[in-house]
């Protein structure tokens, strides 16, 4: 089966650890995508990589940080210098360029107390 | 900034009714549109696209429309299920740039 693999589906952290969420796809594509979802509220890009080995900020990047090493996967690391971290994270992948969907993972519910 | 917003942020409607779920968006260089479904705790599905040179697309049992003249996209679902009752997103794409998701609505399905 094709698609977005997102694990843990929960994950609890204690305050002031980094904590890494994976994202694998085996779609092909080039770009990737990390999104924030709080309750209530639509999607919030995190960071985004068009092709391997380079990313870029999206608009809420402080806190976090991300690799690209290879087409399938992009981790993305929530650090302790985010300042609410807690909330349901969601991978996306597509046909990079162009007007093309993006296709979703089934997200990680992060929790930090 | 440019934004996408949505007219309703919850709607009901009866099972076997028509449901019809809006959307304005204000940045008129936007050419690509796209309408996600997310039940609770899951990812957002893709349900149907359209681009700015066309003003109406068919799916099953789902209707898109784009009038440009007025910056709206609408998502009208038909004989409607209790599977429909979701989060409805609409999305909007400038070229080559990124996806700009409105809030979202809630769509319950009233049996």
């Known amino acids: 089966d094709g698609g977005i693999t997102q694990s843990p589906k929960y994950l609890f952290r204690k305050e002031g650890q980094n904590v890494t969420l994976s994202c694998e796809q085996n779609?092909?594509?080039?770009?990737m995508y990390w999104y924030r979802q709080d309750p209530g509220q639509g999607l919030r890009l995190i960071y985004y990589s068009q092709i391997v080995n380079d990313f870029q900020k999206g608009d809420i990047a402080e806190g976090y940080s991300v690799s690209r090493e290879k087409k399938e996967s992009f981790p993305l690391t929530v650090t302790s210098a985010q300042k609410n971290p807690t909330a349901f994270y969601l991978c996306?992948?597509?046909?990079?360029?162009?007007?093309?969907?993006?296709?979703f993972g089934p997200g990680t519910r992060l929790t930090v107390t | 900034g440019e934004s996408v917003g949505l007219h309703l942020p919850t709607l009901s409607v009866q099972e076997g009714d028509n449901s019809i779920i809006n959307c304005a968006y204000s940045?008129?260089?936007?050419?690509?549109f796209i309408w996600y479904k997310q039940e609770s705790g899951k990812g957002p599905q893709f349900i149907i696209d359209i681009r700015s040179n066309m003003d109406k697309r068919q799916g099953q049992r789902v209707t898109v429309l784009l009038n440009k003249t007025v910056k709206h996209l609408s998502l009208q679902i038909a004989a409607t299920q209790p599977g429909d009752s979701a989060v409805y997103f609409c999305?909007?794409?400038?070229?080559?740039?990124?996806?700009?998701f409105g809030t979202g609505t809630r769509l319950t399905i009233i049996p």
């Open positions: 940045n008129s260089a936007s050419d690509y």
């Open positions: 996306a992948s597509s046909i990079a360029g162009g007007p093309y969907e993006q296709y």
């Open positions: 779609l092909n594509h080039d770009a």
């Open positions: 999305a909007e794409k400038v070229r080559n740039e990124k996806l700009t």
